[in-house]
């Protein structure tokens, strides 16, 4: 296989502590499984394995099995700890009792 038949893309991954951002040459044609799977974060994180990927390209959800093309960002989620909705309930609440409470009380 020549260099004209690979590109390079990148794989992300994030944690709130760490990030990981591993550039990788695959076959032209490959998909988003192939990269991730080239990465070596699998490998790196048996967390990664035993969960369904939700991945991007670019911030846009696709498939694992979506054909990547060179120079492509590709993103691996976390599942959401809290549902956004909740979460912005819970913060509009917490705002809430700061209004009644007054000023220079606990």
Same mark, same amino acid.
């Given at each position: 296989?020549? =260099?004209? %038949? @690979?590109? @390079? #893309?990148? #794989? #992300?991954?994030?944690? =709130?502590?760490?990030?990981? $951002? +591993?550039?990788? =040459? #695959? $076959?032209?044609?490959?998909? +988003?499984?192939?990269?991730? %799977? @080239?990465?070596? &974060? &699998? $490998?790196? &994180?048996p967390e990664l394995r035993s969960r369904v990927l939700e991945v991007g390209i670019f911030h846009r959800r696709c498939s694992l099995d979506a054909q990547v093309r060179d120079g492509d960002l590709i993103e691996i989620y976390r599942p959401l700890q809290i549902d956004p909705k909740q979460a912005r309930r819970l913060r509009a609440a917490a705002k809430d009792v700061r209004r009644r409470t007054p000023a220079g009380r606990p």
């Open positions: 296989m020549s =260099a004209i %038949d @690979r590109i @390079r #893309v990148t #794989v #992300v991954y994030a944690l =709130a502590q760490h990030q990981w $951002e +591993v550039p990788v =040459a #695959v $076959e032209a044609g490959a998909s +988003v499984q192939a990269a991730i %799977d @080239r990465s070596g &974060l &699998l $490998e790196a &994180l």
